[in-house]
């Protein structure tokens, strides 16, 4: 069975930097896209990052490009999502997903999600 563990939330001023874990298991080959995905109160959960395990190719959303690196560590079993000069606009629950390699990064295409972790920025 599939499993993703989120971690590394927290409170940071505008302007800082976090970096999220997102501990995995259960994979049997590495034919898998990690996602991270967020939702702020009252608004839908949204893609803004994933990146494909056999070939390491990533996509971003607009709202975090250029900001925002996502990695996988083979040997850790783990992707990061390490994102810089956050904005009060990036506070939401963050949750880590996976799933088969698929055509896109979206919500829809993911069938295991952790259980989220927050992250508050503050201005």
């Known amino acids: 069975e599939v499993q993703v563990v989120e971690s590394g939330g927290g409170l940071v001023q505008a302007g800082g930097s976090l970096r999220l874990s997102c501990a995995t298991s259960?994979?049997?080959?590495?034919?898998?896209?990690i996602g991270w995905f967020r939702q702020a109160p009252g608004k839908e959960r949204e893609a803004i990052s994933c990146?494909?395990?056999?070939?390491?190719?990533?996509y971003y959303a607009d709202s975090v490009k250029g900001r925002s690196t996502i990695s996988y560590d083979d040997a850790a079993n783990a992707v990061y999502l390490e994102m810089n000069d956050l904005k009060p606009e990036d506070t939401a629950v963050y949750f880590c997903?996976?799933?088969?390699?698929?055509?896109?990064?979206?919500?829809?295409?993911?069938?295991?999600w952790g259980q989220g972790t927050q992250v508050t920025v503050s201005s």
């Open positions: 997903a996976a799933d088969e390699v698929g055509a896109t990064c979206e919500v829809d295409d993911f069938a295991s």
């Open positions: 259960g994979f049997i080959t590495d034919d898998y896209d």
């Open positions: 990146i494909n395990l056999s070939d390491a190719s990533t």
